[in-house]
């Protein structure tokens, strides 16, 4: 069986992506031998690292769809793999699945999430639109529209699918509300990276207390001030602050700017090691918070849009704020006061993490189980 992976830009320095396809493509040879993979991706070396074939990231990193109907039609199967796609951008992973479908493709979607709100790159109104719209008073008619085309893509393509897995419950029912109500629920990928990692071995602790950071450059923190404050005020304490960057570039020189040291590792394993040895890991990035906790390390999120809080739910926490609006004084006494005291975050995510791999083993059975049926070329 030949299968092409995609949906999501990957190769475009963002480690929780990599992590996420890493995972697929573990899942998919344990469960089905000889099967051949091929990623589209726009990093050659993916093909080495993960033993798959590699094709252009169609439609992300400014390469065009031409030529993935050629692609895919020399595939049995293609499978949209994860991310954040149905509401950060939700058109491209739409186009590929339909030429997939013309080009009579069994097509999947597997572990993508959905956010309650939408990229507001492509569904709120700006520049020049967005002023003569507000003169005439019809901003919020036109988003509405943007939000009803997606509904009605979303509708008409999903249910030609043979499967679809998002990656929580809570995506789930924000898809029914956009048009699709048939989705089943999984976990996120990427929580099999963890699988395998001995709990018992960490370091933290061991020198002084550290705090894991990253500020995304995505929907930056509003208060940038607030964040400088945070860090001084635990170094005042005498704990280390570890820039722990999900993108490479971005992430890195934001942090940098902040006066941060940051990791020199740029993959996922690397992400994981770094996340092991501190004793509290803040992020407003979602895959360092799942990367900290396959590590065993307690994650505090600060929300752009509702992925984060999606995951903490998972261990009863909340999020500590928004990108938009937070109070980073508190933010500070809550990370002081958990760098110190865990409580039961150990017994908490083991009874978290049984649940997430059991919600996984069911939807990958059902995933392998439909593939197994799907005649080959």
């Known amino acids: 069986m030949k299968i092409l992976l995609g949906g999501i830009p990957l190769g475009c320095d963002n480690i929780g992506d990599e992590a996420i396809v890493a995972c697929v493509v573990k899942l998919l040879k344990s469960s089905l031998p000889g099967v051949e993979l091929a990623v589209a991706t726009a990093d050659p070396a993916t093909a080495e690292l993960l ?179 945070l860090i001084a005020a635990v170094r005042d304490s005498g704990a280390r602050v570890l820039g722990i960057p999900m993108n490479p570039k971005t992430d890195r020189a934001l942090l940098e700017r902040l006066g941060v040291e940051c990791i020199e590792g740029t993959t996922p394993e690397a992400v994981m090691d770094a996340a092991a040895n501190c004793d509290v890991v803040l992020s407003s990035r979602l895959h360092l918070l799942i990367l900290a906790a396959n590590a065993g390390t307690l994650g505090l999120g600060i929300a752009r849009g509702s992925k984060l809080a999606n995951w903490l739910s998972n261990f009863g926490q909340v999020v500590e704020g928004s990108v938009y609006d937070c109070d980073w004084e508190r933010v500070t006494r809550r990370v002081l006061a958990v760098l110190r005291d865990r409580g039961d975050w150990e017994s908490v995510r083991a009874a978290a993490y049984a649940r997430l791999t059991a919600r996984l083993e069911t939807a990958r059975r059902e995933l392998s189980d439909s593939l197994k049926t799907q005649p080959t070329a």
């Open 51 to 229: 033993g798959v074939e590699v094709v252009p990231p169609f439609g992300f990193a400014g390469t065009p769809l031409d030529g993935f109907a050629a692609a895919v039609r020399a595939r049995d199967a293609y499978v949209w793999c994860g991310a954040t796609g149905l509401s950060d951008y939700p058109d491209v992973a739409l186009d590929l699945l339909e030429i997939a479908q013309r080009e009579g493709v069994a097509t999947y979607v597997w572990g993508v999430g959905m956010d309650d709100e939408l990229n507001p790159v492509f569904f709120k109104a700006h520049g020049k639109r967005r002023l003569l719209l507000r003169c005439l008073g019809l901003v919020g008619w036109y988003e509405r529209r943007l939000r009803a085309r997606l509904a009605r893509r979303i509708a008409a393509i999903l249910p030609r699918c043979r499967g679809v897995w998002l990656r929580d419950p809570q995506s789930a029912a924000m898809l029914a509300k956009t048009g699709f109500p048939g989705a089943q629920v999984t976990a996120d990928s990427a929580i099999l990276l963890g699988s395998e990692r001995d709990l018992t071995q960490r370091r933290r602790g061991a020198e002084g207390y550290t705090l894991g950071l990253c500020i995304s450059t995505q929907r930056q923190v509003a208060n940038l001030d607030g964040v400088q404050g």
